[in-house]
């Protein structure tokens, strides 16, 4: 599927990058749309990440990644749930079964496919900065339409993310060996933290 090849490129810029790989060890993670849960499965199995929660807002997604988790014997190891973007996280499933719930990193790949869904997305983002204002967020996009991506990236600058962009060019792809991805259409690689809170005018 397309919007698997921004998922293998996320997967693999994971694992080739040594400063990643050392954060997510012993790290908890969440996936947003997470699909075939491709990304959670490899911090789970691979990455050493002390917890992993695999999210989509579709039942039926997470039905099947109930079943790849189970196929990868990972399923003990993983949290996997309904999250719909644009609602409190703290009224949501994750904070039911742990009150103290907390996060470092967050996963996303080709969340910015359509551009109806960015103001819910950009919502989580800045609920999840508010909860946990030391998360990093990043989130692999196939650009497809670059009025999409641009309303992402407005949205990103009006709530004062900060955004850079990760230098990971894509591999050509006679020199590709795992985590297949295409190189028709540009993917991009974000890397998105809490805005630097605002200093009081009034504070000696």
């Known amino acids: 599927a397309q919007l698997e090849h921004a998922r293998r490129l996320l997967s693999s810029y ?23 849960g491709l990304l959670s499965i490899l911090c789970a199995s691979h990455l050493g990440a002390s917890q992993v929660v695999a999210t989509d807002g579709d039942e039926g997604v997470v039905q099947a990644l109930h079943e790849n988790a189970a196929f990868n014997d990972v399923k003990d190891a993983m949290d996997i749930g309904v999250l719909w973007w644009g609602r409190a996280l703290k009224g949501s499933w994750m904070f039911e079964k742990d009150p103290s719930f907390s996060c470092d990193l967050v996963l996303g790949a080709d969340v910015t496919y359509d551009k109806a869904v960015i103001p819910a997305l950009v919502s989580t983002m800045r609920d999840m900065f508010e909860v946990w204002p030391h998360v990093q967020i990043i989130i ?54 809490a805005p630097a809170k605002q200093r009081d005018p009034y504070a000696i």
Not at 156 to 184: G, K, R, W
């Open 14 to 36: 994971l694992i080739s990058t040594p400063e990643l790989i050392a954060s997510i060890k012993g790290k908890r993670v969440i996936e947003l749309g997470a699909g075939t």
């Open 140 to 193: 692999s996009a196939t650009i497809r339409n670059s009025d999409t991506f641009a309303a992402f990236e407005y949205a990103c600058a009006h709530n004062e993310f900060n955004v850079h962009e990760v230098d990971y060019p894509l591999i050509p792809m006679e020199q590709q060996t795992s985590l297949f991805h295409s190189t028709a259409v540009p993917i991009k690689i974000f890397s998105i933290t």
